[in-house]
Nanobody
Framework: QLVESGGGSVQAGGSLRLSCAAS????????MAWFRQVAGKEREFVAG????????YYADSAKGRFTISRDNAKSTMALQMGSLSPEDTATYYC??????????????????WGQGTQVTVSS
């Protein structure tokens, strides 16, 4: 089970930190990622992190503004978001892919999803 938290409303230029807590004993066997979705649009990849945390991957829209991290000892993952703009407004989801695969941008790759947390950025 994946549970996101940390969403909310912020003004443009501000920051938010999203967290994803996982239950189960094998968190470090999963690649993890953040996706986001706006109503009526496809879910899009934001950032991914390997099972060990050694490798990270970002969508172009996130590079330089967002940082993904994980703490395997606590079974948590985070997304630190900065320089937010109204275009970042979406529901953000954490996702897990079983096995030590690269967490890529395809929604179909992932085995587990959280329920989502809303991020709203006002101008």
């Amino acid at each position: 089970q994946l549970v996101e938290s940390g969403g909310g409303s912020v003004q443009a230029g501000g920051s938010l930190r999203l967290s994803c807590a996982a239950s189960g004993p094998t968190f470090d066997s999963y690649g993890m990622a953040w996706f986001r979705q706006v109503a009526g649009k496809e879910r899009e990849f934001v950032a991914g992190i390997s099972w060990s945390g050694d490798s990270t991957y970002y969508a172009d829209s996130a590079k330089g503004r967002f940082t993904i991290s994980r703490d395997n000892a606590k079974s948590t993952m985070a997304l630190q978001m900065g320089s937010l703009s109204p275009e970042d407004t979406a529901t953000y989801y954490c996702a897990a892919v079983a096995g030590r695969f690269k967490p890529g941008p395809s929604v179909a790759q992932y085995d587990y999803w959280g329920q989502g947390t809303q991020v709203t950025v006002s101008s």
